[in-house]
């Protein structure tokens, strides 16, 4: 079956479709695939896979270069078992190229592996002929071959598939026209200087956040779309893909900075994977297991207003805001209690048999989960009622974000003719706004969570208390004292690494651990916002700078957008369950780029 792409324009031609590996070159929509590996004659062994951010003692060591959105130029380079290459690719007239550069010496070569593919069951076939790789179906054919010292006679195991062997003692250059084969070498170099031309003025933070996202960037084979999910090591993980709610409206923000259909893909790709019962959920992956239960921070009328802005149309905010608005409508509907907003789970019927739709729901920790902020120190301990599904805490983020949420989408609503809409969402976001305004505490100078069993009001912080700037519910008096009493305070926020997702004082701070201390980039991106809003230039440029410098430190050493960072000393590495490669770690250099155009813009 011919791939349908939805008519994009760069959903065709050669790109790192394939979640498995960046080795892998695809063509679509004939779902062709080359992918490079290496067998190394020291060990035995054959690398036909790799990724980038891999952990483990004997696995592949990856640092990603550049990598235009469109798969016109990548460039990586790579260290397995002793074996170091520069890893180079380009695209001309629709055909593909690339160069594999030795960096290391051996007692004896190493070889490049050449392996054609089908993908995705698509109909085809691949056969070794005449020196070349022939890829066909009917209707296309591409013929792979490679320079150097060709050994295919020799047995390969891990392969199972017709394959190429060439000794890697040299640069070897590979093309899907070998009669453009001594082309190669020009054809890499003038697309990596058209691309390093297109990069100039642009920030090392602003290269580092696209760079992420755009290796991170796959084929949907299952759903025929194109998406960001948050890294290839997830999705491999998750049965090949797994889109989360707000990151993934996060990677359409930071893609809406330079590649308009990028943007609108995922934002789309989130918003389709709503539920039945309205909401999006907390995460979606291709065997329909969805998070029924739960949803996560409601940023996409934020995002989809930001995409309208950037773009300078309404196209997106017409396509999906039926779906944003009946979201929006369920928060009240399953998560207010007294007026307030609070997180939780919802039980329902399984879909597909997996023990995550019975096992957790219903639970304080799976309403955790819907905050996105999993074993946050802010929720330990909290009841939850069974019968309501809801933890019993009135939470200052989440009714933070739900009134920009309604005043986002009513805006929307002004510019794209729903007139209809303008009167809830407004008379919502106001109706909240009051009741965020009761939970702040005088004494402490902050809005602050409520245990909504005993009125308790709850001291354990985290950035969320700063989310209320977001709203604009705050006095500008009142704001000033948040920021001078609590993200200048040494004690809580302020310090060389920020933002920790803990106050510093607090007792689970020193376990640095997920959550619970831990730096996260959507807490400083959507805290930025905030402080856009009102009259807080220090503390803007504070966070602005240390964001930055946050992720230039571990991309500058290891090539690395972490999931999350030590508050103490800025690294990434060294925990397990901060993936290298996470593409909402972009969001600090999404900081750096939303300034840079206030400061062009002549904004205070």
């Known amino acids: 079956m011919h791939l349908n792409l939805k008519g994009l324009r760069w959903q065709q031609g050669w790109n790192t479709w394939n979640v498995r590996s960046v080795l892998t070159h695809v063509w679509l929509p004939d779902a062709f695939a080359v992918s ?97 790789l022939v890829i066909s179906n009917g209707r296309k054919t591409v013929r792979v071959g490679a320079t150097g010292e060709q050994r295919c006679a020799e047995p390969v195991v891990e392969i199972s598939a017709p394959y190429l062997l060439t000794l890697l003692d040299r640069p070897v250059f590979v093309s899907t026209n070998p009669a453009r084969l001594g082309q190669a070498a020009e054809v890499i170099g003038r697309r990596r200087a058209e691309f390093l031309a297109s990069r100039r003025g642009r920030s090392e933070a602003h290269d580092a956040m696209q760079t992420c996202l755009a290796w991170d960037t796959i084929y949907d084979p299952f759903k025929d779309r194109i998406i960001s999910p948050v890294s290839r090591i997830w999705s491999c993980n998750w049965g090949g893909w797994v889109l989360f709610d707000w990151d993934t409206y996060f990677a359409a923000w930071m893609a809406g900075v330079e590649d308009r259909e990028l943007a609108y893909a995922n934002a789309r790709a989130i918003t389709q994977e709503a539920t039945e019962q309205g ?120 009714m933070s974000l739900y ?50 069993d005993t009125g308790e009001l709850q001291r354990r912080l985290s950035p969320t208390h700063f989310y209320p700037l977001l709203a604009g519910v705050p006095t500008p008096e009142q704001a000033q004292r948040m920021i001078r ?19 510093r004082n607090d007792p689970a701070y020193p376990e640095q651990n997920y959550w619970r201390g831990r730096i996260w980039a959507p807490m400083n991106f959507l805290v930025y916002l905030g402080l856009c809003r009102y009259d807080l230039e220090r503390a803007r440029l504070a966070l602005v700078e240390k964001s930055e410098a946050l992720l230039l430190k571990e991309w500058r050493a290891h090539g690395h957008v972490h999931e999350n960072y030590c508050a103490e000393t800025g690294a990434g590495c060294g925990k397990d369950n901060s993936d290298a490669f996470y593409h909402w770690g972009g969001l600090l250099g999404l900081i750096r780029v939303l300034e840079t155009w206030r400061e062009e813009q002549g904004q205070p």
Not at 405 to 431: F, K, Q
Not at 485 to 503: D, K, Q, R, V
């Open 36 to 132: 490079l590996g290496i067998k190394t004659y020291s060990t035995g062994r054959c690398l036909r896979e790799a990724l980038i951010g891999r952990k483990g003692k004997n696995d592949e060591i990856i640092r990603p270069g550049p990598h235009a959105y469109d798969g016109s130029y990548t460039a990586l380079e790579l260290e397995w078992t002793g074996v170091k290459v520069r890893v180079e690719t380009a695209t001309a007239d629709d055909d593909w190229f690339a160069a594999v550069t030795p960096l290391s010496g051996h007692v004896k070569a190493p070889a490049l592996t050449i392996e054609g593919a089908v993908l995705w069951n698509q109909p085809g076939q691949v056969q070794r002929e005449d020196g070349a």
């Open 279 to 398: 909401f999006i959920p907390n995460f979606a992956m291709p065997s329909g297991f969805k998070s029924r239960d739960r949803s996560q921070p409601p940023v996409g009328a934020l995002t989809v207003r930001a995409l309208c802005d950037r773009c300078g149309e309404t196209a997106l905010a017409e396509e999906l805001f039926d779906a944003l608005l009946a979201w929006n409508r369920w928060w009240p509907r399953r998560r207010d209690q007294d007026g307030y907003l609070c997180w939780g789970s919802d039980p329902y019927e399984p879909v597909t048999g997996c023990s995550y739709e019975t096992l957790p729901l219903n639970t304080r920790f799976a309403s955790a989960l819907e905050s996105g902020l999993d074993n946050s120190p802010m929720y330990e301990n909290m009841p939850y009622d069974k019968e309501a599904h809801r933890m019993q805490l009135a939470d200052v983020g989440l």
């Open 403 to 452: 009134i920009a949420d309604c005043r986002e989408l009513a805006e929307l609503a002004r510019r794209i003719g729903r007139a209809e809409a303008i009167g809830e969402l407004d008379e919502r976001a106001a109706r909240y706004s009051a009741k965020l305004r009761t939970l702040w505490c005088e004494k402490t100078g902050l809005f602050l969570n409520r245990r909504l």
């Open 485 to 503: 009493e609590h993200f200048f305070n040494p004690a809580e926020f302020w310090g060389e690494w920020m933002l920790p997702s803990i106050a």
